[in-house]
């Protein structure tokens, strides 16, 4: 089995950087992005099995990352989106845009990296 690869487009440097850490001392391989424009090149370098989106990058909308690489036939296996709004419109919007599940923060960072195999194993 080959080791899974995660992006993880955080623009808080803490957050990516601790979920960098978490992933990587529990057998993934992780990139990080903080842009929309970043996470699309991060993709397209070196494609993710998992993208953990942060919705709100910055100023810039995170939902637009799966729409570029949508538009690429270029999406992620399992995409996931990170909010800090536990919202319904919200939840049903990422849903729309193609994610598998939306992670409310602060997220459970322990549980992350069993949530992840179980969402590659799921397929």
Do not use: N
């Not at 990139?31 to 370098?45: L, P, Q």
Request: hydrophobic content about 45%.
């Amino acid at each position: 089995m080959t080791t899974p690869h995660v992006l993880v487009v955080e623009d808080s440097a803490l957050m990516a950087g601790a979920m960098r850490v978490l992933l990587e001392e529990t057998g993934h391989r992780v990139t990080t992005a903080e842009t929309v424009a970043g996470a699309v090149s991060a993709a397209r370098a070196d494609p993710p099995d998992v993208i953990l989106l942060d919705v709100t990058l910055g100023g810039e909308d995170g939902m637009e990352v799966l729409d570029r690489l949508a538009r690429e036939h270029a999406l992620p296996r399992v995409s996931v989106a990170i909010t800090g709004h536990d919202d319904r419109a919200v939840h049903r919007r990422c849903r729309d845009a193609g994610c598998r599940d939306v992670l409310v923060k602060p997220i459970a960072a322990m549980e992350l990296p069993k949530q992840i195999r179980t969402w590659l194993a799921e397929g």
